[in-house]
């Protein structure tokens, strides 16, 4: 059973709410904001032709140690050649398979992966995921073809003047403001936000041990900033998907509530911007079409995804 104190995340969320507002069976969030007319602006911004690989590598050296809630994929090999070597014209194949949580590498919360209060997005009952058939409503693929929008990355590392936050450090409408000063680009409605933290740097430098620990990322105080420039989806670098651990005293997560449960956000974890940051600082062009649709599984509340990122 849940605390009775009175929350912050939920009395913000209660502020914040989206449940109603594209419909009582709306089950893609802010997600609406990218419109037709808004692809046609991201694919605009394809310029040079350049294209950014902002994804993990499925494979056993991922981030997470075996026996937790989340393991690292597993890739087997189904068929061999050896396997069709017999083939009267001599014809060989090959096919694989991989086991994986969804949410083992880079990937999405979809809205039914974090709420509270027995509710999920848009009044949604927790009843509805369940064993029989996941995720009932607010399942991933409702958001699939939703993924394709305007990115816009705002680097607050680089904002530090460092290559990684420190540890467990708070960002902050005013960081965000300040980024968007420093690197003269304006988030508006329907772009897909990429925040770079740094933080992945440990991940690429092989620490994996300190890229789960105390994160640096977003916090409540972002959640007015995101609601009023109608933010589509957030996309972090570091695994936690908001700063670790809260500053809130008891609460889990509380970033991940009030964005995904009561707003309707589609979040984005362990997104890899370090040469996307490197070639944006080069050119000052910090916008780009992003295309992260992710996989249509049935049920899912979250998705595996390889985003791409053209300039």
């Known amino acids: 059973m849940s605390d009775e104190r009175i929350w912050p995340q939920h009395e913000l969320g209660k502020e914040l709410n989206n449940w109603g507002r594209w419909g009582d069976s ?12 808004k692809r046609v602006q991201a694919a605009q911004l394809v310029r040079t032709g350049k294209v950014f690989d902002l994804g993990m590598a499925f494979d056993n050296e991922g981030p997470f140690k075996s026996g937790g809630f989340r393991n690292n994929p597993i890739h087997v090999m189904t068929l ?7 083939s009267p014209d001599g014809m060989i194949s090959a096919d694989d398979m991989i086991i994986t949580g969804l949410q083992s590498a880079t990937q999405w919360d979809g809205l039914a992966h ?3 209060g027995e509710k999920f997005y848009n009044d949604v009952p927790s009843g509805a995921v369940n064993s029989f ?10 958001v699939v073809d939703r993924l394709i929008s305007r ?24 960081d965000l403001l300040a980024a968007e000063e420093r690197q003269g680009v304006r988030v508006e409605s329907g772009d897909i936000l990429c925040l770079r933290t740094g933080y992945y740097r ?22 007015r900033w995101l609601y009023e420039r109608e933010v589509a989806a ?20 509380p970033f991940h509530q009030v964005v995904i449960r009561d707003m309707g956000l589609t979040l984005g974890e362990m997104f890899n911007f370090e040469d996307l940051a490197v070639d944006c600082a080069t050119d000052g062009v910090w ?16 998705s595996p995804v390889t985003p791409m990122a053209l300039k």
């Open 114 to 116: 974090v709420g509270y």
């Open 151 to 174: 990115g816009v990355l705002l680097d607050i590392a680089g904002l530090k003047g460092v290559d990684r936050l420190a540890d467990s450090y708070e960002i902050t409408e005013a």
């Open 234 to 253: 957030l996309a972090v670098d570091n695994y936690s998907g908001e700063v670790w651990p809260s500053p809130i005293e008891g609460a889990i997560i």
């Open 133 to 142: 058939v996941g995720a009932a409503r607010n399942s991933f693929p409702k």
């Open 287 to 302: 916008e780009f079409m992003l295309c992260a649709t992710g996989l249509k599984v049935t049920g899912a509340v979250g």
């Open 80 to 86: 061999l050649p050896s396997d069709t070597a017999q």
């Open 202 to 223: 440990w991940f690429l430098e092989g620490d994996r041990e300190r890229y789960l620990g105390n994160s640096p990322g977003p916090g409540l105080d972002m959640c």
């Open 26 to 37: 709306d089950e893609v969030g802010t997600l609406n904001f990218v419109t037709p007319e």
